[in-house]
Structure formats: structure tokens, C-alpha cells
């Protein structure tokens, strides 16, 4: 039985009192609303996240901008060109700066002819000047002042080497350099190459010989304007090796009208004698449109002349050399006229026989060496030829051919 005002729980190790009970259920409702409370907070931030997000990018824009300005601002400035004066004569010098170039970039300075209509074939390439900007895309150079190639009115032309390309320009004044009008620009449409160039043709004998190999270059373009282009005049450029293409203006006869495509045939020559591993290259509007290598043979017919005439010329200067010895040579004792006059000897020989017997024909060839032998200076026997005497001293025939008595003979 309970005593007193108090409840109480019994449990296993006791009774708990009532108030400690009501105690704990208090702290177990507060932690629970504690709990929801956490949670509907984690609700409510979850479903205002979408909308809060731009407005965290709103404000942190200005700083992000604030912090990229400098930047955007350097690379996408426009290039600009200041000169210290906007006349001077050869020989002095100007002063050029600019502002909004590329940091770091390499630069030069060129004073141009006819506005540089013609590119940079009509300015003083050899007294330019190079330049590098500095890291706030800036630079100052002293440019010495030069005569173009082309008449004014001109300009100080400043373009970048590397990298993007950019180019600007300062009118300038030549002073004492000729002015005049600037040419006409051709107006026509727009060409592109549609088809791969060919090079057509072939190398006849006179090409083996050494003469200018021809070929004949046909290029199918197409009309990319709104203008038709009426007769459009195209470089042909040839290079070998290492060497920079030698151009040539060539007109090409025709009308490729708006829209449509042409084929465009161009003869292309190159130098006598000319072998080896070549570039044909056509620019039209100051723009490459093709290139295609062209490998010409070597001319071996000049070669075979060479080593023909290595051989040929020495043999003739020989035998005329040969020539004018043997007939320089003075000649030995007894060849003279009188030599070719002398009867040969198988004349004599024969006339020996027909004056005499055969018998007498021998002894006269048996004697003929002791006559020659004990002759002395000035006699017959002197001569080659045989016999010593003429026909009218001969002897006769019963003389030379009597025979002596022997002794008590009758």
C-alpha cells in the first residue's frame, strides 16, 4: 500500500518518483520540437535556394568584372599608330608609338608607297625597323625616313610578324618624293579553287637539250561574289627549293560571272636548263590559291654535248698539232727532190737482164757490192739504184759475153 500524496512507478531495481517522470517527458517533448523546427528550417532554405542563386551571381558580377576588365580591355583594344611628325625628307627620322597591340609581340615599321595599295612591294623594305611591345601591348621606335619604290601619297605601315595578325596605319609625307594618283582598284567577284590543279603537257627533244620546259596549268575556280569577274589577272609564281617564288602577272581571257564556275588555263614557263624539284603557285587577289610541285628531268643531252666535246676537241688539236710538227721537221741528209727522181731498183734489175745473158745478169749482181765497196767518192757506185751505167755504155753482148782462150786451145 502507498503512502502519502506521491504516485509512484515500481520497477525492477525501485520506485520512480512521479516528478522525475514528468521531468523527463518534458525534455523529450522539447528535443522533438527542436527537431521539427531544424527540419522545417532545412525545408524552407531548400525551397528558396533557386531564388537566392541569381541573386549571388548578381553580386558577385561587378567584382568578377571589375577583376577581368583590365584584361578584356588589353585584347580587344583596337591597334594604334601615332607619328611625332607628319612630314619629313630622306634622311631624317620619325618618331613612332602605339598603344593597343598584343604584349610581347613582335612589330615592324615600314614607310609605304601609294597607301600600300601594292602590299609590301611598294614600300622601303630595307630601311624598316622591328620592334617588340611591351607587357601593356605598347612600343616607341625611331623609324629613319626612306624614299618608297612607289610614288605617295604614303604610309607608316605597322603589322605584327608573328601571332594574329594586325596591321595599322599613320598617314606620312615624303618630303621631296614624287605624288600621284592612286590606281584603280579592280573590281570583280570573289574567286575559290573547286577542283585540284593539273599541269598539263609534255617535254619535247629540244627540252633534252636544255631548251625552257612549258607546261600549261588549268585551275577550275568558282565565282563566290555577287560581281561577275571579267578577264582577272593572276600571279604565276615558280620556286625551287628553299627560294621564294618568282612571280608574273598573266590576264586571263574571259568572264566568270556570278555564281558560276570557269576553267582557267595559264601557261607556266621555266629557265633553259632548269631541272630538279619545282613549286608552281597561283595567288590571285593577293591570296595563294594553289600550289602544285612539278618535277622537271634533268637535260642529259647537254651533258652527252659536253663529254662529246671533251673528246672531240682534243683529238683535233692533236692531229693539227701532229700536222704542223711533220711539216716543221727538218728532213735527213740525201732526201732531197733529186731522191724521187731515182729509178727503183727492180727497173734496174730488169734492164740488167734485158741488156745480157742470165749468166751475165748474176755476175753483175755479184759484183755490185765490191764495186760499191771500193768505189770511191764521186763514182756510180754511190747511187742505191743499179745499174751504174746508161744504156748507151753498156757493153755489148759478144763482149761481155766472150769468154778468154785457154791456153793450147786453137
Known amino acids: 500500500m502507498n503512502g502519502g500524496t506521491g504516485t509512484g512507478r515500481s520497477t525492477a531495481g525501485g520506485t520512480v518518483p512521479a516528478g ?3 521531468a523527463a517527458r518534458t525534455a523529450e517533448r522539447a528535443v522533438a ?11 524552407l532554405c531548400l ?3 533557386p531564388a537566392l542563386l541569381p541573386g549571388a551571381a548578381v553580386h558577385a558580377a561587378p567584382y568578377a568584372t571589375a577583376a577581368s576588365a583590365p584584361y578584356a580591355t588589353a585584347a580587344d583594344a583596337t591597334p594604334t599608330v601615332r607619328l611625332s611628325a607628319k612630314e619629313a625628307g630622306k634622311g631624317g627620322t620619325v618618331t613612332v608609338t602605339g598603344r593597343g597591340w598584343r604584349p610581347k609581340a613582335l612589330l615592324t615599321l615600314l614607310i609605304c608607297g601609294q597607301n600600300m595599295i601594292g602590299g609590301t612591294n611598294s614600300c622601303a623594305n630595307g630601311d624598316g625597323r622591328a620592334v ?7 612600343f616607341r621606335r625611331k623609324l629613319p625616313v626612306a624614299e618608297p619604290p612607289k610614288p605617295c601619297p604614303c604610309v607608316v605601315h605597322v603589322a605584327t610578324v608573328t601571332g594574329a595578325a594586325a596591321d595599322a596605319e599613320a598617314a606620312f609625307k615624303v618630303a621631296g618624293h614624287p605624288v600621284a594618283p592612286l590606281p584603280k582598284e579592280r573590281t570583280g567577284g570573289r574567286l575559290a579553287v573547286l577542283a585540284q590543279p593539273r599541269l598539263t603537257g609534255s617535254s619535247g627533244l629540244l627540252t633534252w637539250f636544255g631548251a625552257p620546259a612549258q607546261r600549261e596549268l588549268r585551275v577550275t575556280v568558282g565565282n563566290l561574289g ?3 569577274a571579267k578577264d582577272p589577272v593572276f600571279q604565276v609564281g615558280t620556286s625551287h627549293g628553299v627560294f621564294a617564288p618568282e612571280w608574273a602577272e598573266q590576264q586571263w581571257r574571259g ?8 576553267e582557267v588555263r595559264l601557261p607556266v614557263e621555266l629557265p633553259a636548263g632548269a631541272h630538279g624539284d619545282y613549286l608552281v603557285s597561283l595567288k590571285y587577289g593577293g591570296k595563294v590559291l594553289v600550289e602544285q610541285p612539278w618535277g622537271v628531268g634533268r637535260p642529259w643531252g647537254v651533258t652527252l654535248f659536253w663529254v662529246l666535246l671533251c673528246i672531240v676537241v682534243p683529238t683535233a688539236v692533236f692531229r693539227i698539232g701532229m700536222a704542223l710538227v711533220d711539216r716543221v721537221r727538218p728532213h735527213g741528209p740525201g732526201r732531197g727532190r733529186s731522191e724521187g727522181r731515182t729509178h727503183p731498183p727492180a727497173r734496174g734489175h730488169a734492164a740488167g737482164r734485158r741488156s745480157g745473158a742470165a749468166g751475165t745478169g748474176q755476175r753483175i749482181r755479184n759484183r755490185t757490192p765490191r764495186a760499191r765497196d771500193t768505189a770511191g767518192p764521186g763514182t756510180p757506185g754511190d747511187g742505191a739504184a743499179l745499174p751504174w751505167f746508161t ?11 766472150e769468154r778468154p782462150t785457154s791456153k793450147g786451145s786453137a
Open 255 to 262: 568572264t566568270v560571272p556570278a555564281g558560276k564556275k570557269a
Open 47 to 49: 525551397a528558396l535556394a
Open 132 to 138: 617588340t611591345t611591351d607587357t601593356h601591348g605598347a
Open 226 to 228: 555577287s560581281a561577275p
Open 33 to 43: 520540437r527542436r527537431r521539427r523546427r531544424a527540419a522545417a528550417v532545412l525545408v
Open 20 to 22: 522525475a517522470l514528468r
Open 391 to 401: 744504156p748507151d755504155t753498156a757493153p755489148s753482148t759478144t763482149t761481155s759475153t
